[in-house]
């Protein structure tokens, strides 16, 4: 699965159907259906992140789902970058609507015509808000599930200041709020990098893209967030009155990740051979218990002592079922790993004459037994796994990580992570560069152009989905 690129598509396609995460045969290309096991997961990030964001002082809203076209076209740059995406609702019935309605790609046009009545003086400001929802966007490029579809989960957050630094302090908040949701929780390692001026969200001054590594090879960016500048609020007449009286213009950022590209990349940067390895915190079944008995003389005590663990989890308040299907121990466990529950709990004979258990840990496949008075340190057992697993993804990713220092390097390196190398700034070095990889960001920092060998910029660069 590591080095060979359609090994890593096809066991990707197979796990998200083999562990119920979605169905992706709902008759409209790029659309999905969320499963239990993927929508479980998906609710655990939404209610995290939206905690992170509330207590950072944003307000949950829900704002409608179609936009009208002449509030989607006021920012010219805005609607030139997503026109091609649009899904228009024409038809109420047999009548044609006066006015074409847009289904939102992103919702910055349809919240900024409110701002506009929301904000009167500078004591309104700064003003953020965020919702959980879902957007549209047909794209042409090849759909995949989770990673590229017609219609995704995410949060949106759209913030207005009084003042430029104000919304660069507010980006700067955001880098935290999503490092927590994507490294904390998720375990997943990322990188920030600052898009090039070409690849900004239509209507941005700036764009930060949260960029992972998946086993592949390419880069999956789950994330991003935006300074907007006045943009948006010269085009939608946004202003606050100040101190002395005077009429302004607010700044603002806006950002979002994307829920489905995360669970993406939960999936592809943890899973083994086996199937998926979920950290504890996002797992909608952390403890699976399997009760063995050999004979049916057993089958009675055994079931009771499987009990007796299910009521003492429940009290711990972890999450937790028992197997008491008809198939074999060794089936139970192939399917329970292959879903990526992070503790087997096996209840047999010999444990239960010790008073004992056996757990089997996920993400090493290390077996131990525990007294079963000591169940209570399972929590501290999901640590050491939430802890192994943001390390072992930490050191592919460093991995990735690679210097390149001439085109013959990059072209042996691309698709193998992320490659810095340097450019002089000229269009026909990096048309040159081009042709191999996608440009993440562009640093000044000094770096030798591989192309030409003048001194110049850095730049990230990887093959991206
Ligand atoms: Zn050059």
């Known amino acids: 699965m590591e080095e060979d690129k359609d090994k890593f598509s096809e066991w990707y396609l197979r796990i998200l159907e083999d562990a119920e995460l979605i169905d992706s045969r709902y008759p409209i290309k790029g659309m999905i259906i969320y499963r239990r096991w993927g929508l479980f997961i998906i609710r655990q990030m939404q209610q995290y992140l939206e905690k992170l964001l509330e207590d950072a002082g944003h307000e949950p809203t829900l704002f409608p789902v179609l936009i009208p076209d002449n509030v989607l076209g006021k920012e010219t740059e805005h609607i030139a970058g997503f026109e091609e995406q649009v899904f228009w609702v024409t038809h109420a019935g047999a009548n044609e609507l006066e006015r074409k309605l847009a289904l939102r790609p992103t919702s910055e046009t349809a919240m900024y015509e409110t701002f506009r ?70 375990c997943l390692p990322f990188m920030v990098n600052r898009r090039p001026e070409w690849d900004r969200f239509p209507g941005a001054t700036d764009t930060f893209a949260f960029d992972t590594i998946m086993p592949n ?74 009760p063995i008995f050999f004979k049916d003389a057993d089958k009675e005590r055994i079931q009771k002592y499987a009990d ?74 999901f640590d050491e796994i939430t802890e192994n697993l943001r390390a072992v ?15 013959d390097e990059m072209k042996k390196s691309s698709g193998r992570g992320i490659l810095s190398l340097g450019w002089c700034g000229k269009d026909e070095c990096s048309e040159k560069i081009e042709k191999h990889v996608d440009i993440l960001s562009v640093d000044d920092g000094k770096g030798k152009c591989i192309v030409c060998g003048k001194s110049g910029k850095s730049i990230n660069s990887a093959n991206t989905y």
């Not at 993400?363 to 209570?376: A, E, H, N, V, Y």
């Open 308 to 381: 007796k663990v299910r009521k003492k989890l429940d009290e711990l308040g972890i999450r937790n079922d028992i197997d008491y299907s008809d198939d074999r121990p060794g089936n139970k466990f192939y399917h329970w790993e292959m879903k990526g529950v992070p503790l087997r709990i096996e209840a047999g004979p010999r444990d239960l004459e010790k008073n004992e258990l056996t757990i089997v840990r996920r993400d090493t496949g290390k077996k131990s037994q525990i007294k079963f008075d000591r169940l209570c340190e399972i929590p501290k057992i």
């Open 117 to 186: 009545l929301w904000i009167r003086s500078h004591q309104d400001l700064p003003l953020k808000i965020h919702q959980s929802c879902t957007v549209y966007r047909y794209e042409t490029k090849h759909t995949r599930p989770l990673i590229r579809g017609r219609e995704f989960l995410w949060n949106e957050g759209h913030s207005a200041h009084i003042d430029d630094e104000d919304a660069r302090k507010n980006i700067e908040e955001i880098k935290e709020i999503y490092g927590k949701l994507i490294n904390e929780m998720l």
């Open 217 to 290: 090879g390419k880069t999956l960016q789950i994330a991003t967030a935006h300074n907007l500048g006045q943009n948006f609020s010269k085009v939608f007449g946004i202003t606050y009155e100040d101190e002395k009286g005077e009429h302004k213009h607010v700044y603002q950022t806006s950002y979002g990740p994307s829920f489905g590209r995360l669970l993406a990349a939960l999936i592809s940067v943890h899973g083994d051979e086996k199937g998926l390895v979920l950290p504890p915190e996002v797992a909608p079944i952390q403890c699976i218990i399997v």
């Open 393 to 407: 993804a930490k050191k592919k990713f460093n991995e990735r990580l690679i210097k390149v220092k001439s085109i």
